[in-house]
């Protein structure tokens, strides 16, 4: 498929989701090489989108913002549309299959098109239930699993182990009739950059199968990411899930750890987005009065204007809602100043 017709796709396309679907198969077929000769203004333009906000990486390792005009989107480098609000049923305290699905199965309808299915949550077969029950096309959602190895040490035991719980995640997913994921994760690295490349030995062969389309990590620092990143023989994470919030570092830390995942063509993605002290939901809470918006909608707005993405999770289901509901305002140069104090 070459650009004309990418454009038509996207141009046929109806509303935002449609829009990514059509883009993100459009760029998979226009194949490595003609990719890799696009810049990521080069990409929108031939399928007639908007001027991306932001460029990150090289021009072979395509992560641009603007989907439609909008950031409710990044595509990774491989091509993959990622949304930037992605729901998470993980939270130990609401575990269960039964209660995974009901909230899965809102979360769809109050617009989440991206979710992170952990493992450690016990309920990833509640979860695929409620995607089943949606009417939503499989390939208008973005779906990551996760593989929780962490700690373990050697090269072979680590492929082992990693291996058998790539295994389980599609076990417990086919009970709602999903049979690839669009992202597999390790929860946490290895005990070393061995074992850490044992672990990466199983997700290369989950890929080579067609049961991912893409991999990524959670929790890995700079060293340990360069540790897959060095190796050309292997493919690099596109996703990097860190504990993130207005509260986790320091000004300067925390545009840095966006900064250096970015120059490695990965993007970051905030778990606990919203686990912040009293005295900071406060403020958040009185800056959010300004704009019409709660004080959760002001702290995931500020990772997003930090240029990461999130996931979040609720057993409200307002909640769930207000958690998507970021994307038609912006923070202020001096409001990002406060919140990052």
């Known amino acids: 498929m070459g650009p004309r017709r990418c454009r038509s796709a996207a141009l046929a396309a109806s509303g935002v989701v449609a829009l990514a679907g059509a883009l993100s198969r459009c760029w998979a077929q226009l194949g490595e090489g003609r990719r890799a000769s696009?810049?990521?203004?080069?990409?929108?333009?031939?399928?007639?989108?908007?001027?991306?906000?932001?460029?990150?990486?090289?021009?072979?390792?395509?992560?641009?913002?603007?989907?439609?005009?909008?950031?409710?989107?990044?595509?990774?480098k491989n091509g993959l549309i990622f949304p930037k609000a992605s729901f998470g049923p993980q939270a130990y305290s609401f575990n269960g299959d039964g209660k995974a699905r009901e909230l899965t199965q809102?979360?769809?309808?109050?617009?989440?098109?991206?979710?992170?299915?952990?493992?450690?949550?016990?309920?990833?077969?509640?979860?695929?239930?409620?995607?089943?029950?949606?009417?939503?096309?499989?390939?208008?959602?973005?779906?990551?699993?996760?593989?929780?190895?962490?700690?373990?040490?050697?090269?072979?035991?680590?492929?082992?182990?990693?291996?058998?719980?790539?295994?389980?995640?599609?076990?417990?997913f086919a009970a709602g009739g999903i049979d690839y994921v669009d992202m597999i994760m390790l929860d946490y690295p290895a005990a070393d950059c061995d074992s850490i490349k044992g672990q990466w030995k199983a997700f290369e062969e989950m890929l080579a199968a067609g049961k991912t389309r893409s991999l990524g990590v959670s929790n890995f620092g700079l060293t340990q990411l360069d540790c897959i990143l060095k190796d050309p023989s292997l493919t690099p994470p596109a996703v990097n899930q860190l504990r993130y919030n207005a509260e986790a570092y320091d000004?300067?830390?925390?545009?840095?750890?966006?900064?250096?995942?970015?120059?490695?063509?990965?993007?970051?993605?905030?778990?606990?987005?919203?686990?912040?002290?009293?005295?900071?939901?406060?403020?958040?809470?009185?800056?959010?009065?300004?704009?019409?918006?709660?004080?959760?909608?002001?702290?995931?707005?500020?990772?997003?204007?930090?240029?990461?993405?999130?996931?979040?999770?609720?057993?409200?289901?307002d909640r769930?809602?207000?958690?998507?509901?970021?994307?038609?305002?912006?923070?202020?140069?001096?409001?990002?100043?406060?919140?990052?104090?």
């Open 320 to 341: 769930l809602g207000e958690n998507v509901d970021i994307f038609d305002f912006a923070l202020s140069d001096s409001d990002m100043q406060r919140l990052s104090a």
């Open 38 to 76: 696009l810049t990521a203004a080069g990409a929108a333009t031939a399928v007639g989108l908007s001027q991306p906000q932001k460029v990150f990486g090289a021009p072979a390792q395509e992560i641009f913002d603007s989907v439609g005009g909008s950031e409710q989107s990044v595509v990774l």
């Open 106 to 172: 809102a979360a769809v309808l109050k617009g989440y098109r991206n979710f992170f299915s952990s493992v450690d949550a016990h309920n990833q077969r509640g979860f695929a239930q409620g995607i089943q029950d949606s009417a939503i096309a499989r390939q208008d959602l973005f779906i990551c699993g996760s593989v929780d190895t962490k700690g373990v040490k050697g090269f072979d035991k680590a492929y082992r182990e990693t291996k058998k719980g790539c295994d389980e995640n599609l076990q417990a």
């Open 251 to 317: 000004p300067a830390t925390a545009a840095a750890i966006v900064a250096e995942n970015r120059k490695r063509g990965v993007a970051v993605q905030a778990w606990s987005p919203l686990r912040v002290s009293d005295r900071k939901k406060k403020l958040a809470e009185e800056i959010g009065k300004a704009y019409g918006k709660t004080f959760a909608q002001v702290l995931l707005r500020w990772i997003i204007q930090m240029g990461a993405t999130y996931t979040t999770q609720s057993s409200k289901i």
